[in-house]
């Protein structure tokens, strides 16, 4: 049996459905919309289709400008990742906004000393660490 080729509807209704999930997109799942199409093949048209629309994910270091521009953006409009990712970072993942967040904040953010001696994890609002950030960077 010879392959069939996606469709332009096919490959809409399968952006749809990646979107659509919440985090991992669950290939078996998705599969079961098409007739005719396996996991794998799912997988393999979805991800042709971003790289061939330049959503190529951005593996390289952060630079000091994406930086700030991530620490603004939250100062902003506070954690919504993908929105940020959409608006700001559309070849970053969501977990690469969060890891960097996550660690820029620890790299300004020391812990705090408690009154009995003992170091806990600061436990500031979102504002307050992105007025020290702003204040370090």
């Known amino acids: 049996m010879k392959p069939q080729k996606w469709t332009v509807e096919d490959k809409k209704t399968l952006s749809d459905l990646v979107q659509m999930s919440s985090k991992k997109p669950d290939w078996t799942e998705i599969a079961t919309y098409f007739t005719n199409r396996t996991p794998k093949q799912c997988y393999d048209c979805f991800t042709l289709l971003n790289k061939s629309s330049g959503l190529e994910r951005n593996y390289t270091k952060w630079t000091d400008d994406e ?11 506070g954690i919504n990742w993908a929105k940020l990712q959409k608006e ?40 307050e660490i992105v007025n020290q950030l702003k204040k370090m960077l």
């Open 67 to 77: 930086e700030n521009r991530l620490i603004a953006f939250i100062e902003n409009k």
């Open 88 to 127: 700001q970072f559309p070849n970053r993942s969501i977990s690469q906004l969060k890891n960097k967040y996550r660690i820029t904040t620890k790299k300004y953010i020391k812990p705090s000393e408690t009154d009995n001696g003992t170091q806990q994890d600061s436990q500031k609002s979102n504002e």
